[in-house]
């Protein structure tokens, strides 16, 4: 992987800013942080209800895909679905920001570290790479502390991750900007305690963990269930640690004890992956027919990506009326496309305002089974909250791309 943050750019924090859907679409290292890890876990899950959804192209760019993406995740982990990566989303990756802070702060990725330096997020720092052969070199369980053992994993890590292929890490114990993409993209767990109630990525990685070690023979749901807790409680028995079931400090240091992976190679799977570009096959300007949305404008998009049932409609409508211009009942907008063969609406989607006091609207849906869509109408209607459709407002026809 080259330099994260020169493909990538610009530089963001993971878990420092809310990521949603708007006009323009946001940019950062933090976006492809999310859709790189959402990959992996595609790979690595067995859920039991079913796939989280397809892999999605690493872009850096929070477009109609990676809203859906994190539609995916907060639906499969119990959470308000609205497509918008905030506080509880990043708590799913491990991430702990804003009131889900871990270990007394600061936020793990807020500032530089180095030799000297104490906090909680020298802890996680700790308890990430004592998930993996650096243990040894730390010594013991994490501890806030940042010490010479703890500057020697760091230098050891940085190499492991060159040596992998990235580039652009200083070789000294600084983690800075580069140093912390590679802890968010290589290490899943020590982020937080995971304890029954907790459930995310990191469960996944830890239940990957006990099933190479013999303690766990369940699927890899990143739910911390009785299973689970199970695995943990006989883990800690046999290493002579407290038996609590719950993943802190020293149970993370203790896997890591067992575990001689380099953290480049997390899960035994290629990594990172490579996920196909991103093709743009078809894009058609949306005309207004009502004379309350004469000013408005818009555009349907197929984005389509090699694979099954990657192909996505994405719709935005800019500098429209406020849609309850045509009722006082309507709250959003909506979209439809209709299959010219059969005259039958194969997609209708409610779409999002992308941002606060902004009369820009979009949203996405994906292709039926088969997976691409027919070259029909689209048309944009008012809504009530439940999907009632008001008046036509803006339509174009998928026919017409180019």
């Not at 006990?210 to 369940?218: A, Q």
Request: glycine content about 14%.
């Amino acid at each position: 992987m080259a330099r994260f943050e020169e493909t990538f750019p610009p530089y963001v924090p993971f878990g420092s800013r809310t990521l949603r859907l708007q006009s323009p679409n946001l940019h950062g290292t933090d976006v492809a942080v999310l859709q790189a890890v959402y990959d992996l876990m595609l790979q690595t899950m067995n859920p039991p209800r079913g796939p989280m959804g397809s892999p999605i192209p690493i872009t850096g760019t929070y477009d109609a895909a990676t809203q859906q993406a994190v539609r995916n995740i907060q639906s499969f982990f119990g959470l308000s679905v609205d497509g918008v990566a905030g506080t509880n989303t990043y708590f799913v990756y491990g991430q702990g920001v804003g009131p889900n802070t871990t270990y007394g702060g600061p936020v793990y990725g807020s500032r530089s570290l180095s030799e000297g330096d104490a906090g909680g997020d020298v802890t996680i720092l700790q308890n990430r790479l004592n998930c993996f052969r650096y243990s040894l070199l730390i010594g013991a369980p994490a501890n806030g502390s940042f010490g010479a053992g703890t500057a020697a994993a760091v230098l050891a890590f940085k190499q492991d991750a060159v040596s992998h292929g990235d580039t652009g890490l200083s070789p000294n114990s600084v983690v800075g900007d580069g140093a912390f993409d590679a802890t968010w993209l290589y290490t899943f767990a020590g982020g937080r305690g995971i304890f029954s109630g907790r459930n995310g990525f990191d469960v996944v990685f830890v239940q990957v963990l006990l099933k190479k070690l013999g303690f766990y023979s369940g699927r890899s749901t990143g739910y911390y269930d009785s299973a689970t807790i199970a695995a943990v409680r006989a883990f800690q028995s046999s290493e002579g640690i407290g038996v609590d079931g719950v993943v802190g400090p020293v149970t993370f240091y203790h896997l890591g004890l067992h575990n001689r992976e380099a953290a480049p190679s997390p899960l035994g799977i290629a990594w990172p992956p490579s996920a196909p570009p991103a093709v743009t096959t078809c894009t058609t300007g949306l005309s207004p027919v009502s004379h309350l949305v004469s000013v408005g404008f818009g555009s349907a998009t197929i984005v389509d990506a090699p694979g099954p049932n990657l192909e996505s409609l994405n719709v935005m409508i800019d500098n429209v009326a406020d849609p309850s211009i045509f009722g006082t009942k309507y709250s959003a907008y909506a979209f439809t496309l209709t299959d010219p063969s059969t005259g039958h609406v194969v997609l209708k989607v409610i779409m999002d305002r992308v941002s606060s006091g902004v009369n820009v609207w979009a949203g996405s849906g994906f292709g039926p089974s088969a997976g691409f869509f027919p070259k029909g109408t689209v048309a944009i209607y008012p809504s009530t909250a439940t999907g009632t459709l008001g008046p036509l407002a803006l339509t174009g026809n998928l026919a017409a791309c180019h």
